[in-house]
């Protein structure tokens, strides 16, 4: 009977060692975060008024002006500000330069991961770390156009120039929206709204396949006419040295 009362305490420490053991293991797979519940951005795209700009957190808006000196006057301004689910973007294209409106191409260059180990495109910014370009039309027809835009994946090398944003082992059509990683209207991943002479933007970040999302991310613009661009925002004025007036992607904080 004792010895069958020192076994019974065994087992009940071995059992009590596994269990605490196997708790604290670290999870191999672990679950990512919930997304948020009930979460209502700041930013609307139907109201049609830009008041709710006024409000948001200084901290995390970032802004960009075009310098009278610089080489591409297309677009006067652009202000981003993120928030946990959504990149919200309010830009004012110069319409002196945007003389054909039958279709202007409206490009979001993103470096997601925040690092210089991935993606390229130096051609319209210093840093060439852009991994992911959405590309729409931001005015269709004369009219405002909703910016629901394709997603496009740098397939070049890593800090490469070139507008290399499809896989170039595969032929690119319209069965398979011409290399794309979505195809424009093909995912709710934007919508858009024209207040005045601005243009407010909220792309769903999570829709965005094939990337990852640091805490803060780089941003670029461009807007074209016939394919070729006009204006492009962050950038500096032209000199002899920087005759295109490059400038990095402005960098934005995920406000969470």
């Not at 020192?6 to 196997?22: D, N, Q, S, Y």
């Not at 708790?23 to 948020?36: I, V």
């Amino acid at each position: 009977m004792k010895a069958n009362w020192k076994l019974a305490l065994m087992c009940v420490a071995t059992i009590a060692f596994v269990a605490c053991t196997e708790k604290n293991k670290p999870n191999p797979d672990p679950k990512p975060d919930p997304e948020p519940e009930n979460f209502e951005s700041k930013i609307k795209v139907n109201d049609n008024s830009l008041a709710d700009w006024e409000s948001l957190p200084k901290e995390f808006v970032v802004s960009a002006e075009c310098p009278a000196g610089a080489a591409m006057l297309g677009l006067k301004s652009v202000k981003v500000y993120a928030d946990q689910l959504y990149i919200n973007i309010l830009v004012e294209p110069n319409m002196e330069d945007i003389v054909d409106t039958e279709w202007v191409p409206f490009h979001v260059y993103l470096n997601t991961d925040n690092s210089d180990k991935t993606g390229g495109y130096g051609d319209e910014f210093t840093d060439a770390n852009t991994n992911i370009m959405l590309e729409t039309a931001i005015i269709a027809d004369g009219a405002s156009h909703s910016y629901n835009p394709s997603v496009w994946k740098w397939w070049g090398e890593v800090g490469a120039d070139g507008w290399l944003w499809s896989d170039p082992d595969i032929v690119g059509d319209e069965s398979n929206f011409w290399g794309a990683l979505v195809g424009e209207g093909q995912q709710p991943i934007g919508a858009s709204e024209q207040v005045g002479d601005k243009f407010e933007i909220q792309i769903l970040r999570e829709l965005i396949p094939e990337c990852t999302w640091a805490d803060e991310f780089g941003i670029g613009f461009d807007i074209q006419q016939n394919w070729s661009s006009v204006g492009i925002l962050p950038c500096v004025e032209a000199t002899d040295e920087n005759p295109n007036g490059k400038a990095a992607k402005l960098k934005v904080k995920i406000d969470k």
